[in-house]
């Protein structure tokens, strides 16, 4: 009788070549891990703390770090779950949500790990031919055979493959919208090189899961750190499942300091990414498909010419093909001249720009709508209160109300106590005192609101074009107080469609900042400009600067408020600031 499980003869340890490991000396362009080691000071920062951290105490900081690296991306309570690399977090993934059988599918060609994966939780693999690029046709085969789980890999590992998230929008929808929905692990283990990750896709699709390492956007394969970021339902049961005490102290206070030095961290990604392109426009007589990722998938194999020349890569047997690393500037030039090419003048990487628009006062002009909205409420829900826009627009200026559910549930609120004339003395303060009477009323005042809303929506008119915003040349994201359903809305009056975060959850209610830390994870932007024209748009944008210094971030106020808001540019109108925006950003 044997004491193993009968699938395990088969399965082989996920093990490298001897020859690998006794190649000192070298070059390693075969494992992606970040081409150069960690800057000077973050290395002495971390070996200090090192040398006074206690070694016979347990790691107890898993719980610190865990909250700064939410509160940094903009999740929501409970929704990361930190541990010992990505591939750890995915195992803990399969545990929590795969009963024996169920399918999984993975691109192929894939990460290596992951038919260990499934066969170590006694899946069944569903291998989707991808080839060097991704096509989709096959995931929605997949889909409607009804496999469990989609495990996509963007950009994909070993051929650098990637599709923006416009691009697997569809997919993503169709599986939510099935009866018992699938879940979906989107891994973005090399996301810090692409154009864009698939950050905002989480907290639309609560069966979404997205999965991160440290290795290469930290260079910190040596610490063994990742995490998932997905709906807090999901992630707080995967996470009770953790062992306690499974990262060591030392890999916690290494992300600690990695994270102070964020921005040293990220130009060397930008410099990845440059030197990516250079070594792709220098292959010789090989060719390799387009890559988003820190290496690059080359035809023919490569390997015995660049071992020769000790530059290692990982060649794949019987595919005539090797995943080549991007290397430093000089085993760059190295590789280049192996292959017989000739480098060229490096392409300029410039900062990555994100302008980011709030909608009402900005994009549309929909004041008249919401206050004749929230007017006609207010004489349904207190009809002997007394209202006026004047108080409209004094509740814009007290802070917290930019939302006009909550506006609604305010006013009612001072209502019930008499006590309106507080209104205009509230700028900055709020109404402590009322807090929790304003929230057991919100739900019933957004009812009202919306109701009278859908006739009131026909004053708003659009202040902005798509071809305005397509002259200036960068990235347009929209972080919006409406709700999912009235962006819909405030898409047909504007004639076009931008990528956004609205107010679908409370940690995206303004002036809470985690929208526009969502919109710069989500672009990869190390220059954020947001226009905005209240109290509560200005306070976000402070609070998303205190939370991601390594950002440069500015904000322009606009419309009737904007001296009394202040900023670092202001104007009448978004239309009327855009060329110097244009100036700001180009």
Known sequence: MSLLRSDLESIQPYTRPAAELASIGKARLHMNEAACDWPVEARKALLERLSTMPFHRYPERQADLTERLRKRLGVPEGGLMLGPSSGNVLDLIAIASLSPGDTIAYPD????????????????????????????????????????????????????????????????????????PPLVVIDEAYAEFAPLTHRLSVDRYPNVMLLRTFSKALASAGWRLGYAIGDPTLVGKMASLQLPYSISAASLEALDVALDYADQF???????????????????????????????????????????????????????????SIGTEEEVERTSQVLGGKPSIAPEMKPRRLLVLDVDGVMIEADRSFAEAVGRALKELAPQQPWSDDDFLAFKRVGGFNNDFRLAAG???????????????????????????????????????????????????????????????IEVAVFTGRPPEEWDLAVEVLGFDLPA??????????????????????????????????????????????????????????????????????????????????????
């Open 109 to 180: 060609p894939g990460f290596s790990l992951y038919p260990l994966l499934i066969t170590r939780h006694r899946g069944k693999a569903v291998k989707i031919p991808v080839g060097t690029g991704f096509p989709l046709d096959p995931w929605f085969m997949a889909l409607e055979s009804g496999v469990r789980q989609l495990w996509i890999t963007l950009p994909n590992n070993p051929t650098g493959a990637w599709i923006s998230p416009a691009e697997l929008e569809p997919l993503l929808k169709a599986a939510s919208q099935r009866t018992d």
């Open 266 to 324: 990220d130009r060397e990604i930008r410099g990845i990414v440059q030197r990516r392109e250079l070594l792709s426009g220098a292959l010789g007589k090989y060719s390799a498909a387009p890559s988003q990722a820190n290496f690059l998938y080359v035809k023919p194999d490569p390997g015995p010419a660049m071992w020769e020349k000790d530059l290692m890569v990982r060649t794949f047997a019987g595919a005539g093909v090797a995943r080549v």
């Open 411 to 473: 006013a009612v609120a001072l209502a019930e106590r008499g006590e309106m004339g507080r209104l205009r003395k509230a700028e900055g303060i709020g109404f402590p005192d009322l807090e929790a009477r304003i929230q057991e009323l919100e739900p019933q005042c957004k009812q009202v609101v919306q109701r009278h809303y859908a006739v009131t929506k026909d004053l708003e008119k659009p202040l902005i074009t798509r071809e305005e915003l397509e002259t200036l040349g």
């Open 501 to 586: 975060v609205s107010d679908a959850a409370p940690h995206l209610r303004k002036p809470r900042p985690d929208g526009l830390l969502q919109l710069a994870d989500a672009f990869r932007a190390q220059e954020v400009l947001f226009v905005g024209d209240t109290r509560d748009d200005a306070a976000c944008l402070n609070a998303a600067c205190a939370l991601r210094p390594d950002i440069q971030w500015s904000f322009a106020a606009v419309g009737p408020d904007r001296e009394r808001i202040g900023g670092d540019l202001t104007g009448e109108s978004l239309r009327s600031i855009l060329p110097e925006i244009q100036r700001r950003m180009s």
